[in-house]
C-alpha cells in the first residue's frame, strides 16, 4: 500500500469538503411579502410557498416557485385566494393552495394555477392521498370533508363532537389523524370511507398541526403549548408528551419531520426559535431565526430545513454528512497512520532481525575460518 498518495487523497478529500460547504442560514427573499405555508418536492428539486403582501391589511396573495439547487426564486404567481395551508400530491406534482373558503389548483407541469375549488365554508387544513383513495381532504367547521381533487365534488363527510383542526394522512396504512378543538382526542379514520376506527386520548387539549415520519409510524403534534404529543401510529396508542420549549408561555406551531434522519422540527412562539428533537422527543438543536416562523418544511434530498419568516424564506442546514464525512475521513487517517507506524516498525524490526542474523553469520563465518588455519599449521 502507497501510504503517502493515500495520506494526499485523504488531505484532499478534506479540503475538497471545506469548500463545498456552505454557508447557512441562507436567506431567500421574494419580495415584499409575508411567507406562510411551504412544502418541497424533493423528488423534483422544487419548493412551493404562498405569501401575503408586506402591507396590513394585507393587498394581495402570491405563489412563488423555488430551485431548491440554486435557492433562486424561479417564478412568483398571484394567488387568487388568501394565503393558507398546501398539500402537494406527489405524483402528479400538482399542489392545492388553500385560502380561506376556496383551494386553488396548480399544474406542476406547466407552473400555472388551472382552477379554483370554491368550497364556500372555511377551510382549517387540507391532505392529499395519491395513492389510496386520491381524495383531498378538508377540514372545515366541525367536519372533515374528501373531495376529488378534480371536479372539487363533496364525495364524503365526517363530522365530530367538536371543531377540527390538524389533518394527517398515513397513505402505508389508509388512515387518516384527525385533531380536535377543543378536544382532548385525536380521532383515527379510513381514508376510502371516513369510518371512525377509534380515538386516541391525550393528557390535555390539543392536537392542532400533525408531521408523521412514515417509517417508524410515529406521529408528532404541535399543541399550541410548549410540549410536543407522541403517537405510535401503527398501534393508534399515545406515547407521551415531552416539553420543547421552557415556558408555558411558549407555543408550539409548525411542525415537519425528515423520514429520512427521523429529526422532527418545531416552530415555537413567541420569537424566531426553532427546535430540533430526535426520535424521543429530546430537544437536540435550537435554530434562531429573525422573526416568527409560520411554517417550515424539509428536503429529504439534502436535509435542508426551509422555514418562512418576514419577508424571507431561511434555509438552515439540518444535515449531518459533513460532519460526518469530516469525522469519517480523520478517522481513516488516524487508521492510515496506525498502519503505517505499524508497517515501519515491523520492517525497522525485521531489518534489525536480518542485520542480526547476518552478523552473526559473519561471526560464526570468521571463527570457522580461524580454525581451518590453525589446524593446518
Given at each position: 500500500?502507497?501510504?503517502?498518495?493515500?495520506?494526499?487523497?485523504?488531505?484532499f478529500?478534506?479540503?475538497?469538503?471545506?469548500?463545498?460547504?456552505?454557508?447557512?442560514?441562507l436567506?431567500i427573499?421574494?419580495?415584499?411579502?409575508?411567507?406562510?405555508?411551504?412544502?418541497v418536492?424533493?423528488?423534483?428539486?422544487?419548493?412551493?410557498?404562498?405569501?401575503?403582501?408586506?402591507?396590513?391589511?394585507?393587498?394581495?396573495?402570491?405563489?412563488?416557485?423555488v430551485?431548491?439547487?440554486?435557492?433562486?426564486?424561479v417564478?412568483?404567481l398571484?394567488?387568487?385566494?388568501?394565503?393558507?395551508?398546501?398539500?402537494?400530491?406527489?405524483?402528479?406534482?400538482?399542489?392545492?393552495?388553500?385560502?380561506?373558503?376556496?383551494?386553488?389548483?396548480?399544474?406542476?407541469d406547466?407552473?400555472?394555477?388551472?382552477?379554483?375549488?370554491?368550497?364556500?365554508?372555511?377551510?382549517?387544513?387540507?391532505a392529499?392521498?395519491?395513492s389510496?383513495?386520491k381524495?383531498?381532504f378538508?377540514?372545515?367547521?366541525?367536519?372533515?370533508?374528501?373531495?376529488?381533487p378534480?371536479?372539487?365534488?363533496?364525495?364524503?363527510?365526517?363530522t365530530f363532537?367538536?371543531?377540527?383542526?390538524?389533518?394527517?394522512l398515513?397513505p402505508?396504512?389508509?388512515?387518516?389523524?384527525?385533531?380536535?378543538y377543543p378536544?382532548?382526542?385525536?380521532?383515527?379514520?379510513?381514508?376510502?370511507t371516513?369510518?371512525?376506527?377509534?380515538?386516541?386520548?391525550?393528557?390535555?387539549?390539543c392536537?392542532?398541526?400533525?408531521?408523521?415520519?412514515?417509517r417508524?409510524?410515529?406521529?408528532?403534534?404541535?399543541?399550541?403549548t410548549?410540549?410536543v404529543?407522541?403517537?405510535?401510529?401503527?398501534?393508534?396508542?399515545?406515547?407521551?408528551?415531552?416539553?420543547?420549549?421552557?415556558?408555558p408561555?411558549?407555543s408550539?406551531?409548525?411542525?415537519?419531520?425528515?423520514?429520512?434522519?427521523?429529526?422532527?422540527?418545531?416552530?415555537?412562539?413567541?420569537?424566531?426559535?426553532?427546535?430540533?428533537?430526535?426520535?424521543?422527543?429530546?430537544?437536540?438543536?435550537?435554530?434562531?431565526?429573525?422573526?416568527?416562523v409560520?411554517?417550515?418544511?424539509?428536503?429529504?434530498?439534502?436535509?435542508?430545513?426551509?422555514?418562512?419568516?418576514y419577508?424571507?424564506?431561511?434555509?438552515?442546514?439540518?444535515?449531518?454528512?459533513?460532519?460526518?464525512?469530516?469525522?469519517?475521513i480523520?478517522?481513516?487517517?488516524?487508521?492510515?497512520?496506525?498502519?503505517?507506524?505499524?508497517?515501519?516498525?515491523?520492517?525497522?524490526?525485521?531489518?534489525?532481525?536480518?542485520?542480526?542474523?547476518?552478523?552473526?553469520?559473519?561471526?560464526?563465518?570468521?571463527?570457522?575460518?580461524g580454525?581451518a588455519s590453525?589446524?593446518?599449521?
Amino acid at each position: 500500500m502507497n501510504f503517502k498518495v493515500l495520506t494526499l487523497l485523504l488531505v484532499f478529500l478534506l479540503l475538497a469538503q471545506a469548500s463545498s460547504a456552505a454557508t447557512y442560514p441562507l436567506s431567500i427573499t421574494p419580495g415584499r411579502s409575508w411567507p406562510e405555508s411551504i412544502v418541497v418536492d424533493s423528488s423534483r428539486g422544487l419548493v412551493y410557498f404562498d405569501a401575503t403582501s408586506g402591507e396590513y391589511p394585507p393587498t394581495g396573495y402570491s405563489f412563488g416557485i423555488v430551485n431548491a439547487s440554486t435557492h433562486d426564486v424561479v417564478k412568483v404567481l398571484p394567488l387568487n385566494v388568501s394565503a393558507g395551508p398546501i398539500a402537494l400530491d406527489q405524483q402528479s406534482g400538482n399542489v392545492y393552495v388553500a385560502g380561506s373558503t376556496s383551494i386553488a389548483v396548480l399544474d406542476g407541469d406547466n407552473e400555472s394555477f388551472v382552477r379554483d375549488i370554491n368550497l364556500g365554508r372555511s377551510i382549517l387544513s387540507i391532505a392529499l392521498d395519491s395513492s389510496v383513495s386520491k381524495d383531498l381532504f378538508v377540514t372545515s367547521g366541525n367536519s372533515l370533508l374528501a373531495l376529488d381533487p378534480e371536479t372539487g365534488a363533496i364525495v364524503g363527510n365526517a363530522t365530530f363532537a367538536a371543531n377540527v383542526d390538524g389533518v394527517a394522512l398515513d397513505p402505508s396504512n389508509g388512515r387518516l389523524f384527525v385533531g380536535q378543538y377543543p378536544a382532548d382526542v385525536i380521532s383515527v379514520l379510513s381514508a376510502s370511507t371516513l369510518a371512525s376506527l377509534r380515538t386516541i386520548g391525550l393528557p390535555e387539549c390539543c392536537a392542532l398541526q400533525f408531521a408523521l415520519d412514515s417509517r417508524t409510524q410515529t406521529l408528532y403534534a404541535s399543541t399550541g403549548t410548549n410540549v410536543v404529543d407522541i403517537i405510535n401510529a401503527g398501534t393508534d396508542s399515545f406515547e407521551k408528551s415531552v416539553q420543547v420549549a421552557p415556558s408555558p408561555q411558549n407555543s408550539t406551531n409548525g411542525i415537519a419531520v425528515d423520514n429520512d434522519t427521523g429529526r422532527v422540527y418545531v416552530a415555537s412562539s413567541p420569537g424566531g426559535s426553532i427546535l430540533e428533537l430526535d426520535a424521543s422527543g429530546s430537544v437536540v438543536q435550537h435554530y434562531t431565526v429573525q422573526t416568527e416562523v409560520a411554517g417550515l418544511a424539509v428536503d429529504t434530498r439534502t436535509q435542508e430545513l426551509y422555514a418562512t419568516n418576514y419577508h424571507q424564506i431561511t434555509v438552515l442546514d439540518a444535515s449531518r454528512p459533513r460532519a460526518f464525512l469530516f469525522v469519517l475521513i480523520v478517522a481513516v487517517l488516524v487508521v492510515a497512520v496506525a498502519a503505517l507506524v505499524v508497517y515501519l516498525f515491523i520492517r525497522r524490526r525485521d531489518e534489525k532481525e536480518r542485520m542480526e542474523v547476518q552478523m552473526g553469520w559473519g561471526k560464526s563465518s570468521q571463527q570457522k575460518g580461524g580454525a581451518a588455519s590453525w589446524t593446518s599449521s
